[in-house]
């Protein structure tokens, strides 16, 4: 009897207790009908699936366990109940910023995930932006790549309220890059759920910088004028962006996203792409905001001789916790992987790398190089690394490496001999580590902003 009361126990904390994320709750958001059954399958899948834990070994290292989804409801039910905003609209800081990007393509804004500006400079015969329900086969676009199994990608699926798509025509080149910015207003207890669809047709070459935003925290944090909003305490929410990639045969993305959110955030971010034959992705990520920040990165190599290049820098303060998960998964002939991802933390900071090659048998001459470097700035602050290899096939060529370690006391003594003071020395050798990668964002027009927005994180961390 007290075996069969465990387990009855066990079994009741496996299944997520939710009021608010229920699949009445999906199926009653707007859209196209199949968009709808679609959300509510998904709602269905993950109220009826295991809550993911610690002791799970992709959630190994995280804060998953602290996660208590009855305090969120999407973003939507929050307004219809009259929860306040963080304060105004942040839009004159939103084109101030987007216009620092430089000239663009086209232009993709949702708040709170609802679609609310789309502009375009080219021919739609070339290049497609809006709702995934504008395409004729959206229902084939969206889920297409990110593998719905995952257990926050379902309740992405179940709650997006407008899907957005970039879609390249074969064999168009689209010059300028398309910027797609998802604003975060700052409800108190709202789930939002931003997701972005980018596919390119065969032979078809553009550039993506994806921004995922807090309205009043960050890159949007200071108005025109000059002034600084309230440094009060940030409301909690969960943010949770999904963005699935496919680059087609013979097609080139550059692709840019950037992460600032507030302090008291949640995002459980996954980034999922396919590269097909001769196909080319170039990827860069930058985390600078949340409370506990998690990005997964699966990148399948699928197509006879694609490459991948897949890059990220991030900096952690405070209490944060910065955790990235990556899977290098070459599936065909001759493929390519170059992953290198480079992080600072202080405070009591904590930053999580895993990382995993997987060569699949009959992905003869495969490349793969994998590195994660990881400054500790302060006693209390600590990061993991965790590289890992699966190789099923012996004609192939992996290696890879990670670092963690505090400053280089030599760089320090350099500086500091020279008249330098030692909280400016720290600095300099920091901002100097991330100017290495910072040279390598693959969009020029956002190089200036990666850069600043980085050497601004360090001077914040350790002032």
């Known amino acids: 009897m007290v075996a069969e009361a465990r387990l009855a126990g066990l079994l009741a904390r496996e299944a ?6 229920t699949p009445d709750a999906a ?12 959300r509510a399958a998904a709602a269905e899948m993950f109220t009826g699936a295991p809550v993911p834990t610690a002791k799970d070994e992709v959630w190994r290292y995280s804060r998953i366990d602290e996660l208590d989804l009855g305090r969120f409801a999407p973003a939507r039910v929050v307004a219809a109940a009259g929860g306040d905003g963080s304060g105004p609209s942040p839009s004159d800081r939103l084109h101030a910023l987007v216009d620092a990007l ?8 949702t708040i709170d ?54 879609d390249v025509a074969a064999g168009a080149t689209v010059g300028l890059p398309v910027v797609v910015v998802h604003v975060v207003t700052g409800r108190p207890g709202s789930a939002v759920f931003p997701r972005t669809a980018l596919r390119l047709g065969p032979g078809s070459r553009a550039g993506v910088v994806e921004l995922v935003l807090a309205a009043d925290h960050g890159l949007l944090a200071t108005p025109p004028g000059g002034a600084v909003p309230s440094a009060a305490r940030p409301p ?10 496919a680059v087609g045969e013979g097609s080139t993305l550059e692709y840019v996203s950037v992460q600032s ?36 990165t699966d990148s399948a190599l699928t197509g006879d001789g694609g490459t991948s290049r897949l890059r990220a820098a991030y900096l952690g303060s405070d ?92 760089q320090r003594y350099y500086l500091e001999s020279r008249g330098v003071e030692p909280s400016r020395a720290e600095r300099l050798i920091v901002a100097g580590f991330f100017e290495s990668i910072a040279a390598q964002v693959p969009l020029a027009g956002a190089r200036p902003l990666v850069g600043r927005a980085l050497t601004e994180r360090v001077g914040v961390s350790r002032d």
């Open 16 to 21: 997520p207790v939710l009021t608010t994320f």
């Open 27 to 38: 199926a009653g958001l707007p859209g196209a009908p199949w968009l709808r059954a679609r």
């Open 102 to 109: 430089g000239p663009r393509a086209g232009l993709v804004v």
């Open 113 to 166: 995930g609802v679609l609310a500006t789309v502009a375009s400079s080219v021919d739609d015969a070339d290049l497609v932006l809006g709702r995934t329900t504008d395409l004729p086969d959206g229902g084939e676009v969206l889920g297409s790549v990110a593998d719905a199994g995952h257990d926050f990608v379902l309740l992405n699926d179940a709650f997006a309220p407008d899907p957005v798509v970039v």
């Open 236 to 245: 909690e929410q969960l943010v949770v962006p999904v963005t699935e990639v």
């Open 261 to 296: 959110l507030t302090g008291a955030t949640w995002q459980l971010a996954y980034q999922a792409s396919t590269i097909g034959t001769r196909a080319s992705l170039s990827s860069f990520a930058v985390a600078l905001g949340g409370g506990y920040a998690r990005l997964r």
């Open 319 to 410: 209490h944060q916790m910065l955790d990235f998960r990556t899977l290098q998964d070459h599936r065909a002939p001759r493929t390519v992987s170059d992953l290198l991802f480079m992080g600072a933390v202080a405070d009591t900071a904590h930053a999580v790398y895993s990382g995993l090659i997987r060569v699949r048998k009959g992905a003869v001459k495969a490349d793969a190089v994998q590195t994660n470097h990881n400054l500790v700035l302060d006693e209390g602050a600590h990061a993991d690394s965790v590289p890992n290899l699966d190789i099923e096939e012996n004609d192939v060529r992996c290696s890879h490496g990670s670092t963690v370690g505090p400053v280089d006391e030599d």
